[in-house]
């Protein structure tokens, strides 16, 4: 058996927080320390010199879309847009630079990223999507797919429309505004079936690239019927790529036998992830309990009643399965608290708990609820990005809730308090693949006391997606004795143990804590780059490999 030991650097580890150096051997970490000891315990090893590098556990992105990820890496992405005037010149231009490039005029192009809650400009209309009828005039006979950042709604060119021929009957039409609801789903459906094999086949793996350049180890796909179809869903299955995947799909059940029968039929994981309750604050469709403040008119948009929710979690409860839903609404929230607590009283919570059922997003989730869902071993995959992106004051939560209702949002340091346990993710293609600066935005949340300490950000982002995953062992998702070698190497700036309240920091800051130091993730600080990172003993991204 071969040994590799790593010395010379700065090694995370809660069995050796002053670790230096580590050994590893087919696979496993087999020891942690310091250089003198490695080197007299392993005289026989291969020698890493880490050079005064930090090694962490790798992370896991536990909600990402792998497919629609890739695309929007090398395709049209629309974040950047200011306006609807810039927004539709951006489209232009990628019309224009495809032409140059040789593409047909029947090929797709898929955008997506466009937010217009941040919009303003000199034209009137600026401050408001693009329509249909403006969107055709610059891409003229052409199939367009724009997908708003939340990708809860689109903006679609007539010639995509015109593909669904039952578009104008469904829930969510409209001629001219942004496609949301059923409507969505059957346009976002048209959309895929242009897009090829290999080019699919392409962003995926581009993905998963990218995801392994910033120190991930695996992620978690969020598959379903209206996100991504079946055919991509097995595409991923069948993908031979180093970084692991595990992967839901959002479909209900109506009992044991049914879930069992879906498990095989789709090759998933689990059934749950984007199986979605509601849809999203931005598009107006997340499910609340009190109207929108900017839309009185409405209280979005509910897609699963109290008796599909409870039916599908008592089968996948039943079958053993990990499930879970989409919820961001509060309502929504409080749907699937409805169900849990009826199936606590008929299937007791031990048997609940150890199905690990996931809530994705849970954005608004109240003490009361949360305390169900901690009794349930519920987890909440949450995004921190989306308060970075959108919680600030005059913010998009703001304007949609309320300054009162949005302070009460991704609240992390009450879900920690009561119990739910936390796994952080980017939901890309909607926020990057980058956990540093996932674990940046949960230590510096809009609200200071929603946040949580870099080390319970980092848990979230490491050992909190092995959790969500299923994997619970102690060890995964570290690097102690007996743990799989799954770690990242980084070029880091300063090294700090650093809490995100006064009295987290003024224990982590004495030395008799015994805190291994984390890389600096305060506001201006430069996060982490990425070395290497390697999982179970493969190497996953190398930067100096060339």
């Known amino acids: 058996m071969a040994t590799q030991l790593l010395l010379g650097g700065a090694v995370y580890s809660a069995a050796a927080p002053d670790a230096t150096a580590m050994a590893i051997t087919d696979g496993v970490v087999v020891w942690v320390g310091t250089d003198d000891v490695g080197r007299a315990l392993h005289p026989d090893a291969e020698i890493v010199d880490l050079n005064g590098l930090f090694v962490s556990p790798g992370f896991v992105d536990s909600h990402v879309h792998l497919t629609s990820t890739g695309l929007s890496l090398d395709g049209l992405t629309l974040n950047e847009a200011t306006s609807r005037t810039h927004c539709l010149r951006l489209v232009e231009k990628a ?30 209309e600026d401050g408001r999507f693009p329509t249909t009828s403006e969107l055709d005039a610059v891409v003229g006979g052409r199939p367009v797919y724009l997908a708003r950042v939340d990708e809860h709604s689109a903006v679609a060119s007539t010639a995509l429309r015109r593909l669904v021929p039952e578009l104008a009957d469904a829930v969510g039409y409209h001629p001219e505004e942004p496609l949301v609801a059923e409507a969505h789903h059957l346009v976002r459906g048209a959309a895929r079936l242009l897009v090829t094999a290999a080019h699919r086949e392409r962003a995926q793996r581009r993905a998963l690239d990218v995801a392994a350049a910033h120190g991930v180890v ?127 009283d008929e299937l007791g ?29 519920v987890i909440a995959s949450m995004q921190p990005h989306f308060d970075a992106e959108w919680g600030g004051e005059g913010d998009l939560y703001d304007a949609r809730l309320g300054t009162a209702r949005a302070a009460t949002l991704n609240d992390f340091a009450m879900l920690a308090k009561t119990g739910v346990a936390l796994s952080f993710s980017s939901d890309a293609p ?83 804590s015994r805190v291994p130091a984390l890389p600096d ?26």
Not at 114 to 123: A, I, K, L, R, V
Not at 255 to 283: K, N, P
Not at 454 to 468: D, N, P
């Open 430 to 512: 909607v926020t990057p693949i980058d956990p540093w600066s996932t674990i940046r935005a949960a230590v510096h949340h809009h609200q200071p006391t929603n946040a949580i300490s870099a080390r319970g950000a980092f848990a979230a982002a490491t050992r909190g997606g092995w959790r969500a995953g299923g994997v619970n062992d102690g060890l995964t998702g570290t690097l102690a004795p007996g743990a799989p070698a799954s770690y990242a190497v980084w070029e880091v700036d300063d090294l700090v143990v650093a809490g995100s309240h006064e009295k987290v920091q003024r224990w982590s800051t004495d030395p008799r």
């Open 349 to 377: 919570t031990p048997a609940i708990a150890r199905c690990a059922h996931r809530l994705e997003h849970a954005e608004m989730v109240t003490a009361r609820d949360a305390e169900v869902l901690a009794r349930c071993g």
């Open 521 to 546: 993730v305060s506001p201006g600080a430069e996060l982490p780059r990425c070395v290497r990172t390697v999982h179970r003993g493969q190497v996953l991204f190398d930067r100096d490999a060339g």
């Open 218 to 344: 695996a992620v978690h796909e969020n598959g379903g019927p209206d996100i991504s179809g079946m055919d991509d869903f097995l595409a991923i299955a069948d993908l031979d790529h180093p970084v692991e995947i595990r992967r839901y799909w959002g479909q209900t059940v109506t009992d044991a036998d049914h879930a069992a029968e879906l498990m095989t039929i789709t090759r998933a994981h689990a059934l749950g992830g984007d199986l979605f309750i509601d849809g999203a604050i931005g598009s107006h469709t997340a499910w609340l309990n009190e109207p929108y403040t900017d839309a009185p008119d409405t209280r979005g948009i509910s897609y699963l009643d109290m008796e599909t929710i409870r039916d599908h979690l008592r089968g996948c409860t039943l079958a053993g399965i990990q499930s879970g839903f989409h919820v961001i609404g509060d309502a929504a929230t409080g749907a699937v608290v409805a169900a849990l607590t009826e199936l606590a």
């Open 95 to 124: 019309v224009a630079d495809d032409a140059v490039a040789g593409h047909d005029e029947g090929d797709l192009l898929w955008g997506l990223g466009w937010d217009d809650s941040t919009w303003e400009g000199p034209e009137p």
